[in-house]
């Protein structure tokens, strides 16, 4: 083999590895379109109702509207039960016996093994109970949520390869941080480690959380608040080989849930994974997306 023959082999290496990253990257835009519209995704989200030991009744007051208080009304759906770190659901004993669906008449929404087996329907209602800060809250859907309709994708920058660089992940063990969310509360997450890398010639360093088993990355830059959402973006990366070795690809930096509905809990970055850097990769700030209100 001559000179010239691999050094085309090694170009055509090269050319297949970066449309292979192009379209691991189109693939990565119309799986979050989905996602976002799913079920679960965060377009059908219709309310945040925070749970107390006095307004446990989930009541209708409108076609699109649910609210909990502290005694049953007249479109009374049922009622939660709160016990030492769990939540039930009893429905209403007429609704159960009435509904053309199958009603539980008691069901357990908090814990559960995860967290679609927690969620319960009725009409084109779904709702699941979290908890942050101590406090548990009732995630409410609307399953024909007008939004599902409107929503026509996110802005993403063009891929950049630059922005795909490899990382020395440096892991913490026993160490936990204070995260602050929307709400104002501080949430401890687990840190895994510091991911280190260098761009353009300088060195730099991002504290990887743990997420669902994953390496989570929460980070602002100097493109937060102007092309990307104001309070950060999210970033998942692959754990390291052997030698502590990784990959962190920008470019498939994610907006938080608080850029489509008012009604998430978005963790906040920290202080030390804030970029000294406009990093112009990932998606950008969703046009029109909904602005603050309530527990936005």
């Known amino acids: 083999m001559n000179r010239f023959t691999a050094l085309l082999l090694i170009l055509l290496f090269y050319i297949q590895q970066a449309n292979a990253q192009v379209t691991e990257f189109e693939n990565w835009k119309l799986a979050r379109v989905s ?10 989200l219709a309310g945040l109702l925070w749970l107390d030991e006095e307004n446990i009744f989930l009541n209708q007051i409108s076609d699109d509207s649910l609210v909990l208080s502290d005694r049953a009304g007249k479109k009374n759906i049922g009622s939660f039960q709160l016990g030492n770190d769990t939540v039930w659901f009893n429905f209403n004993s007429k609704l159960v016996k009435n509904s053309k669906r199958l009603l539980p008449t008691k069901s357990l929404q908090y814990p559960t093994e995860n967290y679609a087996l927690g969620a319960l329907y009725y009409d084109h209602w779904k709702w699941t109970v979290i908890q942050r800060g ?15 309709k409107n929503f026509t994708g996110i802005p993403v920058f063009d891929y950049n390869p630059n922005f795909r660089v490899v990382a020395f992940f440096e892991p913490r063990f026993n160490e936990t941080m204070e ?17 280190r890398f260098e761009l353009e010639g300088k060195k730099y360093e991002l504290t990887a959380l743990d997420e669902a088993g994953k390496l989570f990355v929460i980070f602002s830059d100097e493109t937060s608040g102007k092309e990307t959402y104001p309070t950060g973006r999210y970033l998942y990366v692959n754990y390291p ?25 978005c963790p906040i ?27 936005f």
């Open 241 to 265: 080989d052997r030698t502590g070795i990784t990959e962190v690809d920008f470019n498939f930096s994610y907006n938080p849930p608080c850029a489509f509905t008012p009604f998430a809990t």
């Open 35 to 44: 996602e976002l519209r799913s079920e679960d995704g965060w377009i059908n």
């Open 269 to 295: 970055p920290p202080k030390v994974n804030r970029l000294p850097f406009a990093l112009e990769a990932g998606e950008k700030a969703p046009v029109g997306h909904r602005k603050k209100n309530g527990s």
């Open 134 to 148: 101590g406090l548990y809250a009732i995630r409410l859907r609307d399953l024909t949520h007008p939004e599902l």
């Open 179 to 195: 995260i602050p969310n929307v709400l104002g509360q501080l949430i401890e997450w687990k840190v895994m480690g510091i991911l």
